[in-house]
């Protein structure tokens, strides 16, 4: 069962998260960190940029591979989330480029690159903390309801949902949003040494339930976090409403 943190806001939330990164980083400063895109981690990646800004953290060790990408979307793209990670994470901080790891939307052959991206994580020696956010339907990186998941980094279509939740990236509209990405798989996300999924706002606090408490399954892709040793899920008080058990760790 997952540990459950509940914060009393986002802010602290985030607040709390990124002394504890800072606080794993001293310890390894070498981390090998796996990083979401989405709202819930925007104040958290700012706060690390505060942090570096005072002089309290230190990424220049530090690898990062982010979980997904929007299938034909270049790095340029500013709907992309390698823009949305410059913006909001590597602007901010001294993570060397050559050690930022972001799937290629635009790569010529997306099964390829997804080979690549799995010999690159295996390369670094693996995933040391993987943060995660959660889609309101259960998925994590871009792995969608379905009746199978796939295990590797993998080409996904995605939900209208999810495409309706990424509209912002794509001017507002919807239609906009591509209908594919690629993926870290489920088996890439759980072989993370340690992993840690913040969820905020009432609109997660159903999905956060069917996560720690409903059966394992595929069509609630994060339920398989169950059956990792070291998850700890960091929720404000609206995300965790709906939980009728709290894991005890
Ligand atoms: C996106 C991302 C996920 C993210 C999720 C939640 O589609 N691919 O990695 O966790 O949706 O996003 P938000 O934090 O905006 O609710």
Redesign the pocket.
Known sequence: MPKVTILPDEKILSRTLAAQLVAALREKPDLVLGL??????IRLYHELGARYAKGEADLSRVTTFN??EFLGVGPEHPGSYHAFMQEHLFARVNVPPRQINILNGAASDPAEECARYESAIVAAGGIDLQL?????NG????NEPARELAGKTHRVVLKAS?RR??AALFGGSEANVPREAL?MGMATILRARRIIMIATGKS?AGCVNRMVNGPITTRMPASFLQLHRDVELMLDEPAAGELSVVGSG
């Open positions: 979401p895109t989405g709202r819930t981690p979980l997904d995660l956010g959660i889609g309101t998925h994590i990186g871009f999810t939740s990424n993926s997660k």
